[in-house]
């Protein structure tokens, strides 16, 4: 029957089937494998429990459970096959996609990965390990592709990550379209490896493969950019490794990354040319290799170049898979280029506003320049170039207007012109990346959770993503483990050659586009350190076989013999007492840590944390706090009325303004605001209420009238010039010019003598206690964000889940570098821009 006779039949329900007809389908299933489609599938699938559900389908084994495996891992509904259940040959299959030895982890057991492997000088390169390692490949017009392994510390590994799928996505922005759809790029678990591609006629890897290998990515135009963006990602591990000493990176020539590939092919056709000898390369003795991630090779001739399975890229229709695909794509692809945009939003707003600034005080007269500008502008916030975001000051500054304006705008401007720019070429490219029509970020997570469910590890995201994750590994990973040891058994290679603590399975996923069918096939590739690792080519063993040191590691035995920890640390603190041994007390304290991690790594940590506070210091401590809190309220609590009023939480800025307690002097600008919050709580317009306020209008609310008594009882000369300017200033500058000049939390903090608490104390105290507050606030906002189910959620749905981290965050008592974040995220939720009025001038 032909292949197009056998699609005509699976058109047909099953029950309609004859005898050889279902023969010809078992025959196409048979051919198929392991990429079978799921629609072949699920027609053989029901098929079987119809019409035959008391004997074997194939009267084969092997493809009898692979039926089961396959139906399981595109989603089908399958027996459990616990014990005690049915014992028909459906359960039986079912319960030998349980046993170990067939569909168990193809993997060693991982061991436990601490400082001891980390710092062991037998590994440079290794997945598990605590320390991050980069080997940037480069030519002379910069980086063409890196390289990191290691898994890192939770903190360094969300920065790198990030980062990587950022410079993946722009990369894929700028590619040539022509040049070939598939990406070349893996973002997994522990390892990554991004490419800048090459452009023109440049020497490329002859890595061989059933799909193309990406030798030219971009467009010769692009090539640069391209290779800009390789060089900012190369810029954060830098960073990184110059900041924590957790991240080190390592420049090896881009030439001599060629060069050891197309050795390493050609010790593989030799292999396999001169069957009756195995060829041995062993590891170098200097340190000064490189590592790279090579394909498995084959030393055998007649079964193609490399070790590689397609399989069906139906593995990624699942409904189980699309959990993982939104949950990852939520927490970073779309986070990601969302973050982006704000940014972009941002500073185009601040350009305007800036811009708009100067060209009115420009335009005013002397005059007018003394009416309606104060004499001094406050800044407290500036710019953070690297970062293109704007930072709170925790000190403020005091600027001549004039000078300002000349000087310290243009500069502004200019800065976030040159930001704008970059990051609307950022946005253009992330969006270019997430919507052509070969979805590079859909390759690139479908390579990410492929390569972790045969490895049998997690991706380290988000609550969400794991758990979707699991649920997905649980189904298809025993179809992925079983059809590879098929596969490897076919062709006499032993999985233990392949499968090893340093390899990854790197996967070319292609999306359908058009009239192209999807396409799906995974390779496993192993790092290759050349001073550390052993490569043997033996036609016997039908591949390379790449050996190292994490090959042989053991847990650390419990009674390691030798001295103690604290012995060890004893002889330590002896030498460190000596002058001129910096030298021998590095490496003698290496040598400690490696032969005793957890005892001095544990000792470390104690000789470096302080101790908890005694009762009086606890209670110093509380007094310092209460007291700065008391010195602190006029501004903290003008500042969270103001943003609560903005957000139109008016009875929240009333309470605000209720609880300050401030000297008689200032207490009249807390009436004035307090009287802007009464008209705006009567849903009083903006552009009215100075009029109203101005000359006391009818209409004016009878609160806000009680607060203006109250502020001029207060200070009758300010309130006076400040109702007299108010009408022609209007409600920006007006409120501007009720925080001008307030004491901020620096000057605020006056000490306390009564109870010998000082200003310096009083103010470490506040900013200790404002820097534990927001590292809180935002925590509680990441979580309350991983309850959000999908980013299309309802607004009402999405703000009752993140109300009371949003709201403490807004007008909480301690607010801080988290608020711009949070207010960033509430616009766009509720999809409305709150009044922009009562920025201080120079924010």
């Not at 110059?242 to 030439?255: F, G, M, P, R």
């Not at 060209?359 to 500036?382: I, K």
């Not at 108010?726 to 501007?736: M, Q, S, V, W």
């Not at 008592?813 to 939720?829: H, I, K, N, Q, T």
């Amino acid at each position: 029957m032909r292949g197009d006779a056998v699609d005509e039949v699976l058109k047909r329900l099953p029950h309609t089937w004859t005898a050889g007809e279902a023969e010809q389908v078992a025959q196409r299933f048979r051919d198929s494998r392991p990429a079978v489609p799921r629609r072949l599938v699920s027609r053989l699938w029901q098929y079987w429990l119809q019409q035959c559900p008391d004997e074997l389908l194939f009267g084969d084994t092997e493809d009898d459970l692979a039926l089961v495996l396959h139906a399981r891992a595109l989603g089908l509904r399958v027996p459990a096959g616990d014990l005690g259940t049915e014992d028909g040959p459906v359960a039986r299959c079912a319960r030998r996609a349980r046993d170990a030895a067939e569909c168990g982890p193809l993997f060693p057991a991982p061991v436990a990965w601490g400082p001891t492997a980390a710092l062991a000088p037998q590994v440079r390169a290794a997945l598990p390990s605590s320390l991050v390692r980069a080997w940037v490949a480069g030519d002379d017009q910069g980086p063409v592709e890196v390289l990191v392994a290691g898994e890192g510390i939770p903190e360094i590994r969300q920065q790198v990550v990030q980062a990587a799928l950022t410079t993946c996505l722009r990369v894929n922005g700028l590619g040539d379209v022509e040049s070939g759809d598939f990406v070349g790029d893996h973002i997994g678990v522990g390892l990554i490896r991004v490419t800048a591609g090459l452009s023109g006629a440049q020497a490329s890897p002859d890595i061989p493969s059933v799909f193309r290998a990406r030798s030219v990515t971009v467009a010769d135009s692009a090539s640069s950019t391209a290779r800009g963006a390789l060089r900012d990602f190369v810029g954060l591990l830098r960073t990184l490794a110059h900041e924590t000493s957790l991240v080190k990176v390592v420049d090896i020539a881009y030439a001599d990354l060629v060069t050891y590939t197309q050795g390493l092919r050609a010790l593989a056709v030799r292999a396999a040319g001169e069957t009756d000898r195995a060829f041995l390369r062993a590891p170098r003795e200097a340190d000064d290799g490189l590592v790279s991630l090579q394909p498995y090779l084959r030393t055998a001739k007649g079964h193609g170049a490399t070790v590689g399975l397609e399989f069906s890229p139906d593995l990624f229709t699942t409904d189980a898979y699309l959990s993982v695909e939104q949950a990852h794509q939520r927490v970073l692809s779309q986070r990601l280029t969302m973050d982006a945009r704000l940014r972009l939003d941002q500073l185009e707003t601040e350009i305007a506003q800036l811009t708009a600034d100067r060209e009115a005080f420009q335009r005013a007269t002397p005059e007018e320049r003394r009416a309606l500008w104060p004499a001094t502008v406050l800044l407290v916030e500036r710019f953070d170039e690297p970062t293109g975001r704007t930072i709170r000051l925790t000190e403020p500054e005091e600027l001549d207007t004039e000078k300002y304006y000349e000087v310290n705008v243009p500069q502004l401007i200019s800065m976030r012109e040159k930001w704008a720019r970059r990051m609307g070429e950022l946005v253009e490219q992330l969006e270019t990346a997430v919507h052509r029509p070969h979805a590079p970020a859909r390759q690139v997570a479908a390579g990410r959770f492929l390569d972790a469910a045969l490895r049998g590890v997690v991706p380290d995201e988000s609550p969400a993503t794991e758990r979707a994750f699991l649920v997905w590994c649980k189904e298809v990973a025993p179809m992925l483990w079983f059809e590879w040891r098929c596969a490897l058994r076919r062709h006499g290679i032993a999985p233990e050659d392949v499968f090893t603590p340093h390899t990854v399975l790197i996967s070319r996923y292609l999306p359908p586009t058009a009239d192209d069918p999807s396409l799906l096939f995974s390779h496993p590739y192993t790092l290759v350190d050349t001073a550390r690792s052993a490569v043997l080519a033996d036609a016997e063993r039908g591949v390379l076989v790449v050996r190292d040191a994490t090959d042989h590691a053991e847990p650390a035995p419990a009674d390691a013999t030798g001295p103690t920890a604290q012995a060890l640390w004893e002889e330590l603190a002896a030498l460190a007492d000596k002058s001129g041994v910096e030298e021998e007390f590095s490496r003698r304290f290496l040598e400690a840590l490696r032969a005793r991690p957890d005892g001095i790594a544990r000792r470390m940590i104690e000789a470096l944390q302080p101790s908890g506070p005694t009762a009086d210091e606890a209670d110093r401590i509380e007094g310092a706090l209460r007291t700065a809190e008391r010195h602190t309220s006029l501004g903290e609590g003008m500042d969270r009325a103001l943003m609560a009023m903005r957000n139109e939480a008016f009875l929240t800025a009333q309470e605000c303004l209720d609880g300050i307690r401030t000297e008689p002097q200032w207490q009249a600008r807390v009436w004035l605001l307090r009287a802007i919050v009464e008209c705006r709580t009567a849903r009083l317009e903006s552009r009215e209420i100075p009029g109203l306020l101005g000359h006391q209008m009818p209409g004016t609310p009878d609160a806000a009238l009680r607060a203006l008594d109250e502020a001029g009882s207060a200070d009758e000369e300010f309130t006076r010039v400040w109702l007299e300017t108010l009408p022609e200033a209007g409600l920006d500058k007006g409120i501007r010019r009720l925080f001008q000049g307030l004491p901020r939390a620096r000057a605020s903090c006056k000490g306390d003598q009564l109870n010998k608490v000082s200003p310096e104390r009083e103010y470490a105290v506040w900013l200790f206690r404002s820097a534990v507050e927001s590292a809180r606030l935002a925590r509680q906002l990441d979580e309350a964000g991983e309850e959000l189910a999908e980013h299309q959620e309802a607004v009402d749905a999405a703000l009752a889940k993140l109300g009371r981290a949003l709201e403490e965050i807004l007008v909480g008592p301690y607010v801080g570098g988290s608020r711009g974040a949070a207010e960033e995220l509430f616009e766009v939720l509720s999809g409305q821009e709150p009044p922009r009025y009562g920025r201080v001038a120079g924010r």
